[in-house]
Structures are given as structure tokens and as C-alpha cells.
């Protein structure tokens, strides 16, 4: 099974961080779905939640290293504002790492092994 990595904004303010990682969970949700194994970064919010003292850099450091040994990524939509978001695309490209924008894509790649350009 091909691990995805679900990249996507979410650092916001409240209201707007509840909606974006509303938003990477259904993504998220329906790649599963489709077959993959995902790793979902705003998952780590619980963590946070929990021991109460983690930083930004806590989540971003924790959630690279699951993104290094993702098969792909997949960017929600609503990422262009996302600094993370870029430096996760980067990072996933200087991996040669596949990085998808449509899930439609993401399905052709798994199954015929090739990128749509």
C-alpha cells in the first residue's frame, strides 16, 4: 500500500486552524479510501492538546520525518498562503518525492506508476 503524506495549511487563527483541518481530514479521508495509507500532520494536534508545551517546531519536526518516508504527497487545496505547506512541497522535491494537487492524479500514478504533467 502507498503511503501518502497529506500536506495543507492549517496554522491560523482559531476559527480558520478548525476549518483547515476539517478540510485535510476529509482529503484525507478520501484518499484512504481510495486505497492509500495516509499520514495526516493536524493528528498531531491531540499531542498538543495533551501535553500542553509543544511548538510549532515540535508538529513541523515530528510531521517531517513521516514525510520523508511517504511514497507521495498530496497538497489539500487552500495551500498558496501556507509557508509549511511550501517548505513540505520542497522538501517532498528535493526527495524526489511525487508531489500531487488533484487526487485524480494521485490514482493514476499508483496505478500505471506514472505523473500527469
Known amino acids: 500500500m502507498k503511503r501518502v503524506y497529506i500536506a495543507g495549511k492549517l496554522n491560523d487563527n482559531a476559527v ?10 476529509k482529503e484525507a479521508e478520501a484518499i484512504r479510501k481510495m486505497g492509500f495509507a495516509v499520514f495526516v500532520p493536524c493528528l498531531d494536534f491531540l499531542m498538543g492538546v495533551i501535553l500542553g508545551y509543544w511548538e510549532y517546531r515540535d508538529y513541523f519536526q515530528n510531521s517531517q520525518e513521516w514525510l520523508r518516508v511517504a511514497d507521495a504527497i498530496y497538497v ?6 501556507s509557508k509549511g505547506t511550501k517548505k513540505e512541497i520542497a522538501i517532498a522535491r528535493e526527495l524526489n518525492i511525487p508531489v500531487f494537487f488533484d487526487k485524480k492524479d494521485l490514482v493514476n500514478w499508483r496505478v500505471n ?4 504533467l
Not at 76 to 81: D, F, L, T, V
Request: proline share 5%.
Open 16 to 25: 480558520d486552524y478548525i476549518k483547515n483541518f476539517n478540510r485535510m481530514i
Open 76 to 81: 489539500c487545496p487552500n495551500w498558496r498562503s
Open 113 to 116: 506508476g506514472t505523473m500527469l
